[in-house]
């Protein structure tokens, strides 16, 4: 294991010192995994800005599934699925048809934090180009020696997962992200992005004939309405309650940019209170620090910090300042109200758009 990771972790340029200090490490501590780590991540070139910036070397570009978690992770998202359920779900199934014949053990349940919940992804291949335990054969997704045309081949540089950054899979990745970040949210019905069904209904009759059951502890668990559905009064899709979809929670984030608002707001009046009615300079300013704010806390969570510390003090054309630019301009009147659900939305509308911007820079999709 140990030895995997100083393989993963270093950097391929030949003349570097990293391999042989991490190397060391290993010798001396007979392989202790813990310092191994802290020496691959902790070590200068892991964590020099200058050679980040400065070698074509530096750095790797993520795997589109790992990108796509990272962002899943960054906004907490989560499912209506208890994880507690499945400790109570009938398996029907012999030996002879599944490896798992009974329930989720209670005592493995217990491992997880309380009031823990469960994703159903059927199949990301065609959305973000891998599924977990899926790759097409057992040399993964793309070959270890791929050279991607350009400057890296000119460089003698290898890049693996750029083998399947094709012009379609490209799009399809940023189309997974938008589709996750601006899918409904709560409280409109059915919010979320739709992962998978419980079970699938794309099984059942939508017209005439016999019908497939659903099972009834669907039902109980609040995943269907009913265990049938009504010819010429519902259909199997009607039944469905999708509470499996994946919902971003962008509370904790509106409350970040509302907080920052007002802080910013109060302090541009002090020591007189608020008026009933800011100007509208002081609002957009308001506004403003807000975004940077929420900007920067990305930027933390997606690029690790990369944008605020190569561009925080840049008032010249960069990515970062095109980011709060035009986060600035969705909502051109800036409004200031009283509604604290009109102001949330206008919250969330720049949440999203900021996440969205962020996740699909290649700051973020290159892991330095």
């Not at 059927?122 to 270890?144: E, G, H, Y």
């Not at 605020?308 to 009147?333: F, H």
Request: aromatic residues 10%; glycine residues 6%.
């Amino acid at each position: 294991m140990s030895r995997l990771l100083i393989q993963r972790f270093t950097t391929s340029n030949p003349s570097s010192g990293y391999l042989y200090r991490v190397s060391n490490v290993y010798k001396n501590t007979c392989g202790d995994l813990g310092e191994v780590i802290k020496a691959i991540l902790l070590d200068y070139e892991a964590r020099s800005l200058s050679i980040a910036d400065g070698t074509m070397a530096s750095g790797k570009v993520k795997e589109p599934l790992l990108h796509f978690t990272a962002m899943l992770r960054s906004l907490k998202c989560y499912t209506g699925l208890p994880l507690v359920n499945l400790t109570t779900v009938p398996v029907t199934y012999t030996s002879l048809e599944s490896p798992v014949t009974t329930a989720y053990p209670v005592s493995e349940y217990n491992k997880f934090p309380a009031g823990a919940l469960r994703f159903r992804f059927f199949d990301t291949q065609s959305s973000i180009i891998q599924s977990p335990q899926r790759a097409p054969s057992v040399f993964n997704w793309f070959l270890p020696d791929y050279v991607m045309p350009g400057p890296l081949a000119s460089a003698g540089l290898v890049a693996p997962e750029l083998q399947v950054a094709t012009e379609s899979n490209v799009v399809n990745v940023v189309n997974g992200h938008y589709n996750t970040i601006f899918a409904s949210v709560p409280p409109t019905a059915n919010a979320g992005r739709n992962l998978d069904d419980l079970p699938n209904i794309a099984g059942y009759q939508t017209g005439g004939g016999t019908q497939l059951a659903i099972p009834q502890w669907a039902v109980d668990k609040g995943y269907f309405t009913a265990t049938q559905f009504t010819p010429g009064t519902n259909t199997p899709g009607g039944l469905y309650k999708q509470v499996d979809n994946l919902i971003p929670k962008f509370d904790e984030l509106i409350t970040l940019y509302t907080n920052t608002y007002s802080t910013a707001l109060a302090a541009q009046y002090a020591p007189a209170a608020v008026p009933a009615t800011p100007g509208t300079t002081q609002k957009q300013a308001a506004h403003a620090e807000a975004v940077k704010v929420i900007v920067d806390f990305g930027d933390s969570l997606l690029a690790a910090g990369y944008l605020k510390s190569a561009y925080g003090s840049s008032t010249s054309s960069n990515p970062r300042k095109s980011i709060i630019d035009g986060v600035n301009l969705i909502a051109a009147n800036n409004r200031h109200t009283t509604d604290a659900t009109n102001f949330a939305n206008d919250a969330r509308t720049r949440v999203r758009n900021t996440f969205y911007l962020l996740a699909t820079l290649p700051q973020a999709v290159v892991l330095k």
